[in-house]
């Protein structure tokens, strides 16, 4: 799995530079809003779904 992530992101990379050569804007949004819209969304969930799950998808890095 490790090693499709990485060719992953790779491919993710390279491809948005080809879209911004042709003249797509790519944009990068602030994502704390987010976190912080859905901080009560995980809160009432974690204990159905897990405190592990949870913490696993919070602090997953892309």
Known sequence: MPVQREA???L???YLGQLE???MTVT???LAPFREAV???L???APTIGEDLVDAAVNYEY
Do not use: M, N, T
Request: hydrophobic share 15%.
């Open 39 to 41: 901080k009560p969304v």
């Open 43 to 45: 809160e009432e969930w």
């Open 28 to 30: 990068h949004p602030d």
């Open 12 to 14: 993710e990379q390279r």
């Open 21 to 23: 050569e042709l003249g």
């Open 8 to 10: 992953s992101q790779e």
